[in-house]
């Protein structure tokens, strides 16, 4: 069930001009116009979009009956006892039992030690979210300190690199590999590339230190698969590729070991304790795992991590507060993931909700972000779909306080001379989202971000620009958005736009460090615009069917029927 439905608190504006026609007239010159791959799709209203239809558990999160009751394991009963040693008993019965669910039933269990799942096809499943509530308390020794919650594979035993000898292309099924016969059908395979040498042009020192280096900012492809076929010279994957990439890019396939088949489900999680180096849960090298009906208040630092994981869900939960703010903490985030689905979450007062390290093909629906910003954070991440949220990204009530919550900028990929952090990556999509916010309502950083496209949303922002869009956002789109801009005079303090008197930049969407080739401009509503002009220094080529009102009175409206994200039909 949806959060909200359709409605003029999170929908697209009511435009004069017929949508439909316009964009099929459009697709001839949009940056993913030309031969359809089988990596796009053409979207309820003829714009090409990415094809997010693999997010999420493959099937469905499934029911599994309970094998193993943590009753039987000595669990106590008094809301003081260390329970973890029980429920880590019961957990280890039910992988010897070949998997099943673990029901832990009502009651608050206090947790002195980190819970991890032991193999393949573990549930730890309360008797009831509200009523069956973990209380972490385990004093921890800093960024090591394990998660309440560890659904893991550390260690990858099935690692074999094996290189490319050709481009890979975007849309593509089929690889060809020098040796088929290393692999098997229904293998799980990771394809690796470094950034294309355009995007390393545009990066500032710190940024082409990773590439030089080789560490984790140096990976530009990280893309999830699994194998259908193996023939004599060639392996047909279960999924196109998202990415074009060259011979200069070392192309890479690489087996992985997942751990497959495990939920948590129905139970919270509180700490009651202050401390703030305690994590909520973590999903590391998995596949068709989940988090369901969850809910989780003031864990001391991250909350969800997801790395190195593939088609998980995270859906009907909720997420409430970190008690660390400071940076590289309180991250609801994904790193090296593809194809997860968080769907009908409520996500509030962290730091950010991160994508970033290559993530792709993940979708965000039907949630509540609140007091944190939905931040593709660094090094690539790509092709991922945020739909029908309510993004409220403003810190607090101070809008100079940087001490809580995100950098209140609604959307943000980060500049690609932003030093350690490298931009983002292409194709990543804004459908039909209401977005408040504190400064800039997209800040574009360019570098990889071509062909990024937010269609249908509705901006309402306190202070600064529509947007702030740099070089290498080439062939993006804004397409039938409405911006609020309440103090369009007033930016924020930080070297975000690259010049030392900000003020000097006036107009609703700015290009502060050159004009991005091929964006489109087209069919969005400025309420508030200043009156110095729409653009600056200058429009980009691509302008049609944008209005500038002086006052919020027209209604929201809705895009043409349907939805971008596939996910789960």
Same mark, same amino acid.
């Given at each position: ?20 026609? *316009? ?11 030309? %031969? ?29 009956? +309970? ?35 673990? @029901? ?10 980190? *819970?991890? =799942? ?22 921890? $020794? ?6 309440? *919650? ?7 035993? &099935? ?23 290393? =692999? ?6 990771? @394809? ?11 990066? !500032? ?40 990439? %060259?011979?200069?890019?070392?192309? +890479? ?29 973590? @999903? ?21 991590? /997801?790395?190195? $994981? ?30 997860? &689905? ?10 950010? +909700? ?36 309510? &993004? ?28 350690? #952090? ?40 306190? #202070? $600064?620009?529509?947007? /702030? ?13 409405? =911006? ?28 502060? $460090? ?6 489109? /401009? ?34 929201? !409206? ?12």
């Amino acid at each position: 069930m949806s959060l909200f439905p359709l409605s003029p608190l999170c929908c697209p504006p009511l435009n004069p001009t017929p949508v439909i026609p *316009l964009l099929m007239a459009l697709l001839t010159s949009f940056g993913m116009a030309g %031969t359809p791959l089988e990596a796009d799709m053409e979207g309820p209203d003829g714009i090409r979009y990415p094809l997010f239809v693999y997010a999420g558990v493959p099937g469905g999160i499934p029911e599994i009956p +309970v094998a193993v009751r943590a009753s039987d394991f000595g669990l106590p009963g008094d809301g003081k006892s260390d329970a973890s040693p029980a429920i880590q008993a019961a957990l280890d019965a039910a992988a010897e039992a070949g998997g099943g669910a673990v @029901l832990l039933p009502k009651g608050r269990y206090p947790i002195d030690q980190a *819970l991890h =799942f032991p193999s393949d096809g573990v549930v730890l499943r309360g008797e009831d979210r509200a009523d069956t509530v973990l209380l972490p308390r385990f004093a921890g $020794s800093g960024e090591g300190t394990p998660p309440v *919650l560890s659904i893991a594979r550390e260690e990858n035993r &099935l690692r074999l690199d094996v290189a490319l000898d050709g481009p890979v292309r975007r849309g593509q099924t089929r690889l060809s590999v020098p040796d088929p016969s290393a =692999f098997e059908i229904g293998q799980r395979v990771v @394809l690796t590339a470094l950034p294309p040498a355009s995007a390393i042009e545009l990066l !500032g020192d710190e940024g082409r230190e990773h590439i030089a280096k080789g560490t984790y900012g140096s990976i530009y492809s990280y893309q999830h698969f699994v194998i259908r076929e193996v023939n004599e010279s060639e392996l047909v994957l279960d999924r196109p590729v998202r990415l074009d990439l %060259t011979r200069e890019q070392k192309p +890479v396939l690489r087996r992985v070991d997942l751990i497959t088949g495990c939920g948590i489900e129905n139970l919270s999680i509180l700490q009651e304790v202050d401390r703030r180096n305690i994590h909520g849960i973590r @999903l590391h090298n998995t596949a068709d795992c989940w988090i369901r009906d969850v809910t989780m208040k003031r864990i001391g630092d991250w909350p969800v991590a /997801v790395s190195r $994981s593939m088609n998980f869900e995270i859906r009907d939960s909720e997420f409430d507060e970190s008690r660390s703010m400071g940076g590289a903490r309180a991250y609801f985030g994904l790193s090296f993931a593809s194809d997860g &689905l968080i769907d009908n979450c409520v996500i509030r007062r962290f730091r950010h +909700v991160s994508i970033q390290l290559a993530s792709n093909g993940n979708v965000f629906r039907d949630c509540v972000i609140e007091n944190a910003d939905i931040n593709f954070h660094m090094h690539w991440p790509y092709e991922n779909l945020i739909e029908n949220c309510l &993004l409220d990204a403003t810190p607090g009530p101070d809008p100079d306080e940087r001490s809580r919550g995100s950098y209140g900028f609604g959307i943000y990929l980060p500049d690609h001379r932003g030093g350690g #952090h490298n931009p983002g990556g292409p194709r990543n999509t804004f459908f039909n989202n209401r977005v408040i916010s504190t400064w800039d309502g997209i800040a574009l950083g360019g570098g990889a971000t071509f062909e990024s496209i937010f269609a249908y949303n509705v901006f309402d922002i306190a #202070h $600064s620009t529509a947007a /702030v869009i740099k070089p290498g956002s080439d062939r993006s789109l804004l397409f039938g958005n409405t =911006f609020l801009l309440r103090d369009p005079h007033r930016r924020r303090a930080g070297g975000f736009y690259g010049t030392p008197d900000a003020g000097e930049l006036t107009g609703a969407v700015i290009f502060p $460090s050159g004009m991005p080739s091929e964006l489109r /401009v087209e069919n969005n509503l400025f309420y508030g615009a200043p009156s110095e002009g729409l653009f600056f220094p200058e429009a980009p080529e691509f302008v049609r069917d944008n209005e500038i009102l002086s006052h919020w009175m027209r209604p929201a !409206g809705q895009p043409p029927a349907g939805a971008v994200s596939l996910a789960g039909t």
